[in-house]
């Protein structure tokens, strides 16, 4: 399995609910990510988790709460979102947080805030 | 001065020659570089990645890095037009940011039969 999994592909959500997004792989990774890209504009840093410890924040908005509940699993629970929250949120797994690996993309979730 | 900096294009090569992408970047202690390309509405994808001063080959794809300058490129040769996409040139910071990728703001190529 080579995959990170991502669910829900899209999601539509108003500003006073609380949703959450799903990633998943079985590669053995002990780093995981999430990304938020605009449209036209590159992937920027949210988060890392390194050996399911929160090592990484990008100074996110407190809208925006990770959990890492085991080295497969990484959510990000939504609550209070602005429509300048919509997006594509893309998870993405290395086997460390390190320099010298790659990273492995998910196919992401589209946010929409409405 | 932007962390990672490419021309945002686009690039437009005929079918068959040989693309040219370049990446500039600003942190000196970054030791790991990495191409990923991107078709519209999907997520990155890794093609290559180069740790050490010189070339790297894989099939179509050179990746050429050169720390003293700063500077990373990506050729892509014999272009198909399945190659289009935009092409995201990233950089793995070391210090404090471990494990932080930082993209730059993409290439979009376009290849024309």
């Known amino acids: 399995d080579t995959e990170v999994t991502q669910t829900p592909k899209h999601l539509v959500m108003g500003m006073t609910n609380k949703k959450s997004l799903k990633c998943e792989q079985h590669?053995?990774?002990?780093?995981m990510y999430w990304y938020k890209q605009k449209a036209k504009k590159p992937p920027e840093l949210m988060f890392v988790?390194?050996?399911?410890?929160?090592?990484i924040n990008e100074s996110v908005p407190s809208r925006f709460s990770p959990e890492c509940p085991n080295s497969s699993l990484l959510n990000l629970h939504l609550h209070a979102l602005q429509p300048e929250d919509s997006a594509l949120y893309l998870c993405a797994s290395s086997q460390r947080a390190g320099q010298d690996y790659g990273y492995t993309f998910g196919s992401g979730t589209r946010l929409t805030v409405v | 001065q932007k962390e990672v900096e490419q021309n945002s294009g686009p690039l437009s090569v005929p079918e068959g020659a040989i693309a040219s992408l370049n990446c500039t970047y600003s942190d000196r202690v970054s030791q790991s570089f990495f191409w990923y390309r991107q078709y519209s509405g999907k997520s990155p994808e890794l093609i290559m990645s180069i740790y050490s001063n010189g070339d790297k080959e894989d099939g179509r794809f050179t990746a050429q890095l050169n720390k003293a300058s700063q500077y990373v490129s990506l050729l892509i040769r014999d272009s198909q037009p399945s190659d289009s996409a935009t092409y995201l040139c990233a950089v793995n910071a070391g210090g404090t940011s471990y494990g932080k990728l930082t993209f730059g703001q993409g290439t979009i190529l376009t290849v024309h039969p």
């Open positions: 590669m053995g990774h002990r780093a």
């Open positions: 988790y390194s050996y399911e410890k929160l090592s």
